[in-house]
């Protein structure tokens, strides 16, 4: 695949979603602004694009292993949402995907549009490569060695950085939870293998 570039999405929570994600979106921040003595923020999750010269297109994003017909989705990793012992049953399971010609639901609604991010064909091709190495600790829950919850901010995170790209700025008022999970996670040096859940996986650190 020739890399032309990699773009980031900084999508509103909720956005195209339930009304139940925003609602208890703007609840949880609102109590931690209230216990941090901060302003209150909006809060984005994120995902991934890689374009080639040609205009194919390889997506990049997290999502649950529920609530979709499509069967070739580019699934390369699984983890457990609440608790390992709920990932046993696929209403509790997320997904890592990295599908050629996927599709981000709400990826109109990203803020302020594609963000195209500095790159090169060495850091693309090990962007790609690390997708199915990621770590998959529990959803929603502390990953081991980091001060924040583990979602969709923590892959992405994660994945950037360890494949030697910039961070970007988050959108002006944005918050995005989880997203120094993975920072931590990269940044730690190499220890090996580790099981976290039901997966191996490749520990390194993040952050937002």
Same mark, same amino acid.
């Given at each position: 695949?020739?890399?032309?570039?990699?773009?980031?999405?900084?999508?509103?929570?909720?956005?195209?979603?339930?009304?139940?994600?925003?609602?208890?979106?703007?609840?949880?921040?609102?109590?931690?602004?209230?216990?941090?003595?901060?302003?209150?923020?909006?809060?984005?999750?994120?995902?991934?694009?890689?374009?080639?010269?040609?205009?194919?297109?390889?997506?990049?994003?997290?999502?649950?292993?529920?609530?979709?017909?499509?069967?070739?989705?580019?699934?390369?990793?699984?983890?457990?949402?609440?608790?390992?012992?709920?990932?046993?049953?696929?209403?509790?399971?997320?997904?890592?995907?990295?599908?050629?010609?996927?599709?981000?639901?709400? $990826?109109?609604?990203?803020?302020?549009?594609?963000?195209?991010? $500095?790159?090169?064909?060495?850091?693309?091709?090990?962007?790609?490569?690390?997708?199915?190495?990621?770590?998959?600790?529990?959803?929603?829950?502390?990953?081991?060695?980091?001060?924040?919850?583990?979602?969709?901010?923590?892959?992405?995170?994660?994945?950037?950085?360890?494949?030697?790209?910039?961070?970007?700025?988050?959108?002006?008022?944005?918050?995005?939870?989880?997203?120094?999970?993975?920072?931590?996670?990269?940044?730690?040096?190499?220890?090996?293998? $580790?099981?976290?859940?039901?997966?191996?996986?490749?520990?390194?650190?993040?952050?937002?």
């Amino acid at each position: 695949m020739s890399i032309s570039q990699v773009e980031l999405l900084w999508i509103p929570l909720g956005s195209g979603g339930p009304r139940l994600v925003c609602w208890s979106g703007r609840i949880y921040e609102r109590c931690c602004a209230l216990l941090e003595h901060r302003d209150v923020c909006d809060l984005y999750h994120s995902a991934l694009r890689v374009r080639d010269e040609e205009g194919t297109t390889v997506t990049i994003e997290v999502a649950p292993a529920w609530g979709t017909l499509e069967r070739d989705r580019g699934v390369v990793r699984t983890g457990p949402v609440g608790t390992r012992l709920l990932g046993r049953f696929t209403l509790f399971r997320y997904e890592v995907r990295c599908w050629r010609d996927g599709v981000v639901p709400d $990826a109109a609604a990203a803020v302020p549009g594609p963000l195209t991010l $500095a790159t090169d064909r060495r850091r693309t091709g090990l962007l790609l490569d690390q997708v199915s190495l990621v770590p998959a600790p529990t959803w929603g829950r502390r990953a081991p060695g980091t001060t924040e919850m583990w979602n969709s901010n923590s892959v992405v995170s994660w994945l950037l950085l360890s494949s030697g790209h910039s961070l970007p700025d988050l959108p002006v008022r944005g918050r995005a939870p989880g997203w120094r999970s993975g920072v931590e996670l990269a940044l730690r040096p190499a220890e090996g293998p $580790a099981c976290v859940g039901p997966t191996a996986l490749t520990q390194s650190t993040g952050r937002p």
